[in-house]
C-alpha cells in the first residue's frame, strides 16, 4: 500500500501517547492532562490529504454532533483501521503543525482533530487546542 513506511513506523514515538490518553481518560486533572499534552508535543501524526501533484486540495472530515473533525493517526495499525482505499495521501504532522492548520483562517470549517478514530478516539475541539497554545 505505502512503501517505505516500516522504518518510519519504528521511530513513531506514539506509544506512550497512547499511554497518556488512556491515563487521562482513567484519571480526568490538571496533571494528566498536563502529561498528555507534553507527550502530544512530541508525537509524529499520520495526516491524511486529498491532493494534486503539488497541492493540497482537502481534508478528510469527521462529522460528529454538526462538527467536523479532521482525522489523524498515531500509526500504521490505526491509519488502516480507517483507510477504505480514498484516493488520497498523507503527510506526517507535528501537533504544532495541525493546530496551525485547524487555525488558519481559511479552515475556520474545521472544529479539531480526532486522534485514531478507531482507536483511541480522542477529540480534541478548538477551545482545547487554544488552552494548549496558551500553556
Not at 31 to 50: D, V
Not at 54 to 69: M, R, S, V
Not at 92 to 99: G, L, Q, V
Amino acid at each position: 500500500m505505502f512503501t517505505g513506511l516500516e522504518m518510519f513506523e519504528e521511530n513513531f514515538p506514539n506509544k506512550i501517547l497512547q499511554e497518556k490518553i488512556n491515563n487521562f481518560n482513567i484519571n480526568n486533572n490538571d496533571n494528566t492532562y498536563k502529561e498528555l499534552i507534553k507527550e502530544l508535543e512530541q508525537s509524529i501524526f499520520l495526516f491524511p490529504i486529498l491532493s494534486n501533484n503539488t497541492d493540497i486540495t482537502g481534508f478528510i472530515l469527521n462529522e460528529i454532533d454538526n462538527q467536523k473533525y479532521i482525522s489523524i493517526f498515531s500509526n500504521m495499525d490505526e491509519f488502516n483501521k480507517w483507510y477504505k482505499d480514498y484516493e488520497l495521501n498523507f503527510m506526517f504532522y507535528s501537533i504544532n503543525e495541525i493546530c496551525t492548520l485547524i487555525n488558519d483562517k481559511e479552515n475556520q470549517y474545521i472544529d479539531g482533530f480526532i486522534i485514531d478514530p478507531y482507536g483511541l478516539n480522542m477529540i480534541f475541539n478548538k477551545e482545547l487546542i487554544k488552552m494548549r497554545i496558551s500553556e
